[in-house]
């Protein structure tokens, strides 16, 4: 009985600084966070320009393509983060990204980096305006005050980018199927 409420006090205070928040992302290698799909059921004509098909999904206007070679191509972005971990329900801040898409062997594969998070403020006329600060990287702890919100921030920022990996997806299989054309009468 005794060894046994020595180990649940024990456990209690056990070191969980090992177990932290991600939010939901993996980690790669470098220790940065990333979002990584691949597709192994499409076939893939060579002549097909990918970078086309990259580039109808997002606004040229946003977003910097660069086709590195004929089998990938990078774009760097930003998206909305919708979700704010205190109170009120408006845009809190933009999460930076890059893009890296390649065409493999049997499909392609594609995976989201370098994610950082660009705070939105309030400006003195009630504008929502990005902050004078530079972005944070979401693989960035915050001190013991903050860290709580900003494990919530991780959370929202995973939400963001995953719909967004989700409706590329979308956009991807869209390649083979075949198109419907209206023929007028």
Known sequence: MVNFVMLLFAGLFADVKGQENTGGFITDQNGKYVVYHQEKAI?????????????????????????????????EGKTALKRHATIGNYVAGAVNYKLVFEKTGDGYRYWFTDLSYQPYIKDRYGKVVPAKVKPIPLEKDMTDI????WNKQREYAYQTISTLAENFN??????????VVNIPQ
Do not use: C, M
């Open 43 to 75: 076939k893939l004509d060579d002549k097909q320009d990918f970078q086309s098909y990259v580039s109808e999904f997002f606004d040229k206007k946003a977003v910097k393509l660069n086709a590195e070679g004929q089998e990938r191509v990078t774009v």
């Open 146 to 149: 903050n860290q709580g919100s």
């Open 170 to 179: 979308k956009h991807l299989n869209r390649i083979d199927q075949p198109t």
